[in-house]
Protein backbone atom coordinates (compact mmCIF):
# COMPACT_ATOMS: atom_id res chain seq x y z
CA UNK A 1 0.00 0.00 0.00
CA UNK A 2 1.97 3.25 -1.41
CA UNK A 3 1.42 6.75 0.36
CA UNK A 4 2.63 9.76 -2.02
CA UNK A 5 2.92 13.02 -0.97
CA UNK A 6 3.54 16.23 -3.39
CA UNK A 7 5.21 19.57 -2.69
CA UNK A 8 6.70 22.17 -4.00
CA UNK A 9 3.84 23.86 -5.72
CA UNK A 10 3.72 27.83 -5.92
CA UNK A 11 3.32 30.72 -7.47
CA UNK A 12 5.79 31.95 -10.38
CA UNK A 13 6.22 34.28 -13.15
CA UNK A 14 6.16 33.10 -16.75
CA UNK A 15 9.01 31.61 -17.76
CA UNK A 16 10.10 30.94 -14.28
CA UNK A 17 10.84 27.55 -12.97
CA UNK A 18 9.46 25.16 -10.31
CA UNK A 19 10.51 21.54 -9.14
CA UNK A 20 8.08 19.15 -7.30
CA UNK A 21 8.44 16.16 -5.33
CA UNK A 22 6.58 13.15 -4.78
CA UNK A 23 7.63 11.02 -1.58
CA UNK A 24 6.74 7.01 -1.78
CA UNK A 25 6.29 5.70 1.49
CA UNK A 26 4.62 1.89 2.03
CA UNK A 27 6.58 0.67 -1.24
CA UNK A 28 9.88 1.08 -3.06
CA UNK A 29 9.83 2.95 -5.75
CA UNK A 30 12.05 1.15 -7.80
CA UNK A 31 8.80 -1.41 -7.52
CA UNK A 32 6.68 1.26 -8.95
CA UNK A 33 5.72 3.15 -12.62
CA UNK A 34 5.56 6.62 -11.72
CA UNK A 35 4.35 9.77 -13.53
CA UNK A 36 2.65 13.17 -12.80
CA UNK A 37 -0.69 14.35 -13.72
CA UNK A 38 -2.44 17.81 -13.77
CA UNK A 39 -5.59 18.97 -14.03
CA UNK A 40 -6.38 22.89 -14.43
CA UNK A 41 -10.35 24.04 -13.47
CA UNK A 42 -12.60 22.98 -16.22
CA UNK A 43 -10.23 20.87 -18.20
CA UNK A 44 -9.81 17.06 -18.38
CA UNK A 45 -6.75 15.33 -15.99
CA UNK A 46 -3.69 15.76 -18.45
CA UNK A 47 -0.87 12.65 -18.15
CA UNK A 48 2.01 15.44 -17.95
CA UNK A 49 5.35 12.76 -17.75
CA UNK A 50 5.97 9.47 -16.79
CA UNK A 51 8.66 7.21 -15.53
CA UNK A 52 7.90 3.70 -15.96
CA UNK A 53 9.29 0.15 -14.78
CA UNK A 54 11.02 -1.69 -11.84
CA UNK A 55 14.01 -3.18 -13.83
CA UNK A 56 17.00 -1.09 -15.32
CA UNK A 57 14.98 -0.67 -17.93
CA UNK A 58 12.64 2.84 -17.04
CA UNK A 59 11.29 4.59 -20.05
CA UNK A 60 10.19 8.18 -19.71
CA UNK A 61 7.41 9.37 -21.42
CA UNK A 62 6.18 13.55 -21.90
CA UNK A 63 2.82 15.22 -23.12
CA UNK A 64 3.81 17.21 -26.26
CA UNK A 65 2.56 19.98 -24.12
CA UNK A 66 5.53 19.88 -22.07
CA UNK A 67 8.22 18.48 -23.99
CA UNK A 68 11.43 20.22 -23.78
CA UNK A 69 11.10 22.37 -20.88
CA UNK A 70 10.07 19.50 -18.01
CA UNK A 71 11.98 16.60 -16.92
CA UNK A 72 10.85 13.43 -14.44
CA UNK A 73 13.58 11.79 -12.62
CA UNK A 74 13.35 9.49 -9.50
CA UNK A 75 15.40 8.63 -6.93
CA UNK A 76 15.10 5.69 -5.61
CA UNK A 77 17.87 5.53 -2.86
CA UNK A 78 15.46 8.17 -1.74
CA UNK A 79 12.35 6.86 -2.55
CA UNK A 80 11.54 10.26 -4.61
CA UNK A 81 10.09 11.02 -7.56
CA UNK A 82 11.00 14.78 -8.62
CA UNK A 83 9.36 16.89 -11.60
CA UNK A 84 11.79 20.02 -12.55
CA UNK A 85 9.53 22.50 -14.75
CA UNK A 86 11.41 24.85 -16.84
CA UNK A 87 10.11 27.61 -19.12
CA UNK A 88 6.83 27.68 -17.47
CA UNK A 89 3.53 29.30 -19.38
CA UNK A 90 0.28 30.36 -17.59
CA UNK A 91 -1.04 27.12 -19.51
CA UNK A 92 0.68 24.94 -17.07
CA UNK A 93 -1.35 26.48 -14.23
CA UNK A 94 -2.95 23.31 -12.53
CA UNK A 95 -3.35 20.82 -9.75
CA UNK A 96 -0.21 18.50 -9.77
CA UNK A 97 -0.33 15.31 -9.33
CA UNK A 98 1.67 12.35 -8.31
CA UNK A 99 0.58 8.90 -9.28
CA UNK A 100 2.20 5.06 -9.39
CA UNK A 101 1.38 1.73 -9.74
CA UNK A 102 3.33 -1.80 -9.34
CA UNK A 103 5.09 -2.83 -12.06
CA UNK A 104 5.19 -2.31 -15.88
CA UNK A 105 3.21 -0.37 -18.06
CA UNK A 106 3.20 -0.25 -21.62
CA UNK A 107 3.48 2.25 -24.36
CA UNK A 108 -0.09 3.27 -24.45
CA UNK A 109 -1.19 3.42 -20.94
CA UNK A 110 1.86 5.56 -19.46
CA UNK A 111 -0.25 8.81 -19.51
CA UNK A 112 -3.76 7.13 -18.69
CA UNK A 113 -4.49 7.95 -15.44
CA UNK A 114 -6.81 4.67 -15.07
CA UNK A 115 -3.61 2.64 -14.93
CA UNK A 116 -2.64 3.93 -11.68
CA UNK A 117 -3.54 2.87 -7.99
CA UNK A 118 -1.90 4.99 -5.64
CA UNK A 119 -2.17 8.96 -5.67
CA UNK A 120 -0.79 11.70 -4.28
CA UNK A 121 -2.89 14.81 -2.86
CA UNK A 122 -1.90 17.32 -5.19
CA UNK A 123 -0.30 20.73 -4.92
CA UNK A 124 -1.42 23.94 -6.81
CA UNK A 125 1.13 25.79 -9.63
CA UNK A 126 0.55 28.61 -10.48
CA UNK A 127 1.89 30.54 -13.32
CA UNK A 128 1.09 34.21 -13.66
CA UNK A 129 1.42 36.67 -17.08
Known amino acids: QAQLVESGGGSVQAGGSLRLSCVVS????????MAWFRQSLGKEREGVTACTGFSHVTPTTYADSVKGRFTISKDNAKNTLTLEMNSLKPEDTAMYYCAAVAGWLGPDSRLKGIAYMYWGQGTQVTVSS
Open 26 to 33: GAASNTLS
